[in-house]
C-alpha cells in the first residue's frame, strides 16, 4: 500500500527557509515520478516541482531558483528545500507520487494520484 506522510511546516518570516520531507512507505521514491503540489487558501491544486527516476528535476516559474526537491534514497524520503519564503507561497503542501513511472515530469497535478496528508506552511511577518 502507498503511503505518504508530510512534516517540516510551520510558519516562518518572508526571506526565511523550510525544509518538508516526506516519508513514503509501500514503494520506492528512487524508481517513481515523484512530486511537491500546493494549494492556497481558496485556489486549486498547484504542482511545485517534480522529480522523475531518472533524478531530472522540474519546477514551476514562481519557485525556481528558491525551491530545490531532492530524495534520499536510504530514508526512502522526498524532500523540498524552500528558500526566500514568499507570503504568495501560504499553502497546504503535498507530498504525491504518479501512478506510473515515466520519463516525463508532468505539471498537472492530475497526474500525481498518490498524495499525503499535506502540511501546512504560513509565510508572514
Known amino acids: 500500500e502507498v503511503r505518504l506522510v508530510e512534516s517540516g511546516g510551520g510558519w516562518v518570516q518572508p526571506g526565511g527557509s523550510l525544509r518538508l520531507s516526506c516519508a513514503a512507505t509501500?514503494?520506492?521514491?528512487?524508481?517513481?515520478?515523484m512530486a511537491w503540489l500546493r494549494q492556497a487558501p481558496g485556489k486549486g491544486l498547484e504542482w511545485v516541482s517534480g522529480v522523475n527516476s531518472g533524478a531530472n528535476t522540474r519546477y514551476a516559474d514562481s519557485v525556481a531558483g528558491r525551491f530545490r526537491i531532492s530524495r534520499d534514497h536510504a530514508k526512502n524520503t522526498l524532500d523540498l528545500q524552500m528558500n526566500n519564503l514568499k507570503p504568495e507561497d501560504t499553502a497546504i503542501y503535498y507530498c504525491a507520487k504518479a501512478e506510473r513511472r515515466t520519463g516525463l515530469i508532468p505539471s498537472s497535478p492530475e497526474n500525481y494520484v498518490y498524495r499525503g496528508q499535506g502540511t501546512q506552511v504560513t509565510v508572514s511577518s
Open positions: 509501500g514503494f520506492f521514491v528512487s524508481g517513481s515520478n
